[in-house]
C-alpha cells in the first residue's frame, strides 16, 4: 500500500510518501517540503499569528492535493513543537484539520524522540548497541539512548535551532556576545539531561539525525569509509567547533553557497551549530554519524507494525 507522512514541524512542512508492505522496508516516492520558519510568526503572547497560519493552511493543503495526486491509501498527519507549544494552539491545530480533512495527531516531545529512535534503529541495525541520537528541529532538541528500539531514556528540550535564533541571534551576522549568551544557556539548558544519562552505558554510536546536523555534517563532516554522499557522515566536535565562528561571520543569504547548507537552513544553522556543539560537549562526544532517516521514518515503520500480516504458507 501507498502511505503518506505529514510532518508539520517549525522549519517545514515535509509530505513524504512511500510504498510498504508488512515486514519490508518502506520505499520512498515521493517527498515535498513547504518552508514556513513558524518562529518568524510568533506574536507577542507565543501565538502564531494569522499570517503563519494561513502558510500553515495553504502548505497542508497543497500536500493534500499531492497526496491524493499520488494515490496515497492512507496519510499521517504530525505536528510538533511549534504547534503544540503555541498559546494558540487549539484553534491552529482546528484549522490544520479543516484544511487537511481529516484529523491531526500532535506528537509530544518524548514521542517524538522515540519514533526518530525506533527510525535510527532500523538504519543502524541491532549490531550497532547502545545509540545516543540527536535530533535538532526548529523548536526543540530531542535525546534518546539505549540498546533497544525503544529507548530506555527520552527527553526534549526547547532548544530548537529555530527558537535559540529569534530569543538569542536577533542580528544578522550574529554578535559574538549573543552567540556565547547562548552557548552559555544552552549549557543550563542541558545540564539535568547530562544527569539523566550519567549513568547510562558508553554509546557505541552517537547518531545525528535532523536536516540541521546533516547539513552541518556536509559542511563540517567526512564521509564514512566504504560511504559516499551525506548518508553516512562523520561530524567530529573539533570541526564543528572550528566551523562557528566563520559561519557567523556570513551573512544569512550569502551562507547557502556553503556545501550542505540550504536556503531553508542559512538564518538557523549558526544557532543549530552552538547548540550541537554544546550537547557533544556537555555529553563527552568526540564525533557524531548522520542517519538518513528521521521522524517520518519512524512514524512510517510504527505503523507498517501495525499492519496484519500473515506469512506464505
Known amino acids: 500500500m501507498r502511505l503518506g507522512v505529514l510532518d508539520i514541524g517549525s522549519n517545514t512542512v515535509h509530505l513524504l510518501v512511500a510504498d510498504v508492505r508488512?515486514?519490508?522496508?518502506?520505499?520512498?516516492?515521493?517527498?515535498?517540503?513547504?518552508?514556513?520558519?513558524?518562529?518568524?510568526?510568533?506574536?507577542?503572547?507565543?501565538e502564531i499569528v494569522e499570517e503563519g497560519v494561513a502558510a500553515l493552511e495553504r502548505a497542508v493543503a497543497e500536500a493534500r492535493a499531492t497526496a491524493t495526486k499520488e494515490g496515497v491509501d492512507?496519510?499521517?498527519?504530525?505536528?510538533?513543537?511549534?504547534?503544540?507549544?503555541?498559546?494558540?494552539g487549539g484553534e491552529v491545530i482546528a484549522r490544520i484539520e479543516a484544511a487537511l480533512g481529516q484529523p491531526l495527531q500532535v506528537l509530544g516531545g518524548e514521542t517524538e524522540a522515540r519514533y526518530t529512535f525506533l527510525a535510527v534503529r532500523r538504519w543502524f541495525g541491532w549490531s550497532a548497541g547502545q545509540i545516543l541520537l540527536f535530533d535538532i528541529g526548529g523548536g526543540s532538541l530531542e535525546i534518546a539512548a539505549g540498546a533497544d528500539e525503544l529507548p530506555d531514556a527520552a527527553m526534549s528540550v526547547p532548544l530548537g535551532a529555530g527558537r535559540m535564533t529569534v530569543?538569542?541571534?536577533?542580528?544578522?551576522?550574529p554578535d559574538l556576545d549573543d552567540i556565547q549568551r547562548l552557548r552559555e544557556h544552552a549549557a543550563a539548558t542541558l545540564a539535568p539531561v547530562v544527569d539523566m544519562l550519567r549513568d547510562h552505558p558508553r554509546p557505541d554510536h552517537v547518531v545525528g539525525s535532523s536536516k540541521a546536523i546533516r547539513s552541518l555534517a556536509k559542511l563540517a563532516g567526512v564521509p564514512m569509509p566504504g560511504w559516499s554522499g551525506i548518508e553516512r557522515m562523520v561530524l567530529p566536535r573539533k570541526e564543528l567547533k572550528a566551523w562557528i565562528p566563520r559561519l557567523a561571520r556570513i551573512p544569512a543569504e550569502a551562507r547557502q553557497e556553503l556545501p550542505g547548507i540550504t536556503a531553508d537552513r542559512t538564518f538557523q544553522i549558526?544557532?543549530?551549530?552552538?547548540?550541537?556543539?554544546?550537547?557533544?560537549?556537555?555529553?563527552?562526544?568526540?564525533?557524531?554519524?548522520?542517519?538518513?532517516?528521521?521522524?517520518?521514518?519512524?512514524?512510517?515503520?510504527?505503523y507498517i507494525e501495525s499492519l496484519s500480516w500473515h506469512p506464505a504458507s
Open 22 to 46: 508488512p515486514g519490508g522496508r518502506p520505499l520512498a516516492t515521493t517527498s515535498q517540503r513547504t518552508v514556513l520558519r513558524l518562529m518568524r510568526y510568533l506574536g507577542s503572547d507565543g
Open 74 to 88: 492512507e496519510l499521517l498527519a504530525t505536528a510538533t513543537s511549534a504547534v503544540r507549544e503555541a498559546a494558540n
Open 167 to 173: 530569543e538569542f541571534l536577533p542580528s544578522d551576522p
Open 270 to 302: 549558526v544557532a543549530g551549530a552552538v547548540v550541537l556543539h554544546q550537547a557533544m560537549k556537555a555529553l563527552d562526544i568526540d564525533e557524531l554519524e548522520t542517519s538518513p532517516w528521521a521522524l517520518r521514518e519512524g512514524v512510517l515503520l510504527r
